[in-house]
């Protein structure tokens, strides 16, 4: 049961979506080198494209997950406040995780300001 857990994963695993797809196209689609060499950049650029959109995507996100937090944080007491920061940050952390987006991509996002003015958290 834990394997095929694992294999839906894989599966959800945006990073995954296209990172053997050369090398499938050239075995299922029985490409020449001629042919592989061309589709290869196309495959890539592609990549490349997702990814920049999962990185806009995700500070979309976690600039509503931001706005959220400071929300909810005028409600609750001081003593609340770090236990719903840590909530948070575990919430963007798989976030990232899932998109794959790398981590030091979204550090720099961090010193940006937020269209709110504020920044990220």
Avoid: C, Y
Wanted: charge should be positive; glycine fraction near 4%.
């Amino acid at each position: 049961m834990g394997s095929a857990r694992d294999e839906v994963r894989r599966q959800r695993d945006p990073l995954r979506w296209f990172s053997s797809t050369p090398e499938r196209w050239r075995s299922e689609m029985k490409l020449t080198p001629d042919q592989d060499q061309k589709i290869r950049p196309i495959l890539q650029q592609i990549d490349n494209e997702l990814t920049n959109r999962r990185a806009a995507n995700l500070r979309e996100t976690e600039g509503i997950l931001s706005r959220g937090e400071d929300r909810i944080a005028g409600i609750l007491t001081p003593d609340q406040k770090p236990r719903l920061h840590q909530t948070f940050e575990q919430r963007r952390q798989r976030l990232r995780d899932w998109m794959g987006v790398d981590d030091q991509a979204n550090r720099s996002d961090a010193t940006m300001p937020s269209p709110s003015g504020s920044a990220p958290k």
